[in-house]
């Protein structure tokens, strides 16, 4: 069979690229190509389900234009079809006075994204919101929310299942070519024709990109985020979320503690340079995505820059006791007893031949194919936003 579109990658930014495509031309034949046995079993499912509110991310650019308009969007979608969210707001918390500016420069990039109702909070009102953390400056952000983004996925993938659209799980891509008139998807099982290419595959991203563009300028690094959950009769030390003030040199946001839909509280994540790019355990190793991490010019120029913070990283991984430390600073009286281990995470960043770590979206098109190389957090929040720029992309071709 020709397919009209063939998106590959079932996470939820190839999800709701999907639906988006077939929202606005539903006559269209799609599939979805999935190397798993299911959706989301990556990225998506992998992370705290924050739905996030864009306080963070520079004005105008890509991430906080998609995390505005994609909250919106995600609410509007779980409140018509019943999927299960929470707003909750969070507070992000200053402990060092050095920290005080960079607050303070986030509470303006808050306001010029348009969030209404900011607040800053000295020590004292700190407590109100959280009785057990310690800070000098914090702000509450009351847009923040909790969600089952592979939930969400579901709910996505059904609705484009009642299209003319397939899925077609365990077959992974081992090769695209862009013909004249058509395109071919050659996986592990089958060779797939469309007329178009969508490429979502998070961790894989730049392997596909480079199927069709050879000389594409960036690397996935990927960094494993580790957790730890409160144990039951410690959950009531933490009351929603509660973030530090992030590294500004750093594109991650801290250890922080997340209340989560299903009432579980998590502490984590920490960023550790994985040596595989599924690798969600310590030890985990493959030899191609090590020698791809470590034959990158831009690898080693972020290593002179942070190497400081990557070896401490590492020693927070090892050392239960360096975690519970990190916690400390935002609540004092937690400690090691109060945590069980959790669940892991690996992030694709995108990182430049000069070292930059990408920290916006990033797509690479053609006139027969669009890989999306770089779809960090909030990816999964903004996702419907991004999938109605991708799916206006796509549909210009048609």
């Not at 996470?11 to 999935?34: F, H, Q």
């Not at 409140?79 to 960079?102: C, D, L, M, R, S």
């Not at 310590?282 to 002179?304: A, P």
């Amino acid at each position: 069979m020709m397919y009209d579109i063939i998106v590959i990658g079932a996470g939820i930014v190839g999800l709701a690229s999907s639906l988006k495509i077939l929202e606005k031309n539903p006559r269209l034949k799609l599939l979805i190509i999935e190397k798993e046995n299911d959706i989301s079993k990556h990225q998506t499912g992998n992370n705290s389900g924050v739905i996030h509110s864009g306080i963070y991310y520079k004005p105008g650019s890509l991430k906080a234009i998609n995390c505005i308009r994609g909250y919106r969007m995600l609410l509007d979608f779980c409140n018509k079809y019943e999927v299960n969210y929470k707003i909750t707001g969070k507070i992000i918390v200053a402990t060092k006075q050095e920290e005080i500016p960079i607050l303070n420069n986030i509470f303006n990039r808050g306001l010029q994204n348009g969030l209404n109702n900011l607040k800053k909070l000295n020590k004292y009102q700190i407590k109100e919101h959280e009785p057990y953390v310690s800070g000098l400056e914090a702000i509450y952000v009351p847009q923040t929310g909790i969600i089952d983004f592979v939930e969400v996925s579901r709910k996505y993938l059904e609705i484009i299942l009642k299209h003319e659209s397939k899925i077609e799980f365990t077959n992974e891509v081992l090769d695209i070519k862009i013909k004249n008139n058509h395109c071919e998807v050659i996986t592990n099982k089958n060779v797939f024709q469309s007329k178009f290419i969508v490429t979502c595959a998070g961790l894989y991203s730049d392997r596909l990109a480079k199927m069709t563009h050879k000389d594409l300028q960036l690397r996935i690094i990927p960094f494993r985020g580790e957790y730890y959950k409160i144990k039951e009769e410690k959950k009531y030390l933490v009351n929603s979320l509660i973030y530090p003030v992030p590294n500004p040199e750093f594109p991650f946001l801290g250890v922080h503690f997340t209340k989560m839909i299903n009432e579980d509280v998590e502490a984590g994540p920490n960023a550790v340079l994985a040596f595989k790019r599924e690798g969600y355990k310590k030890m985990s190793f493959n030899f191609k995505d090590t020698l791809d991490t470590f034959s990158w010019k831009g690898f080693y120029k972020i290593v002179r820059k942070n190497w400081k913070i990557g070896l401490y990283e590492f020693y927070r991984s090892f050392s239960k006791k360096a975690f519970v430390k990190a916690l400390q600073n935002l609540i004092p009286s937690i400690d090691e007893t109060d945590l069980i281990k959790g669940g892991a995470g690996v992030r694709a960043q995108a990182c430049s031949k000069d070292g930059g770590l990408l920290d916006d979206f990033y797509f690479v098109e053609d006139k027969r194919v669009l890989h999306v190389c770089n779809a960090p957090s909030p990816a999964a929040t903004a996702s419907l936003s991004i999938g109605d720029y991708i799916a206006n992309k796509v549909l210009q071709q048609f």
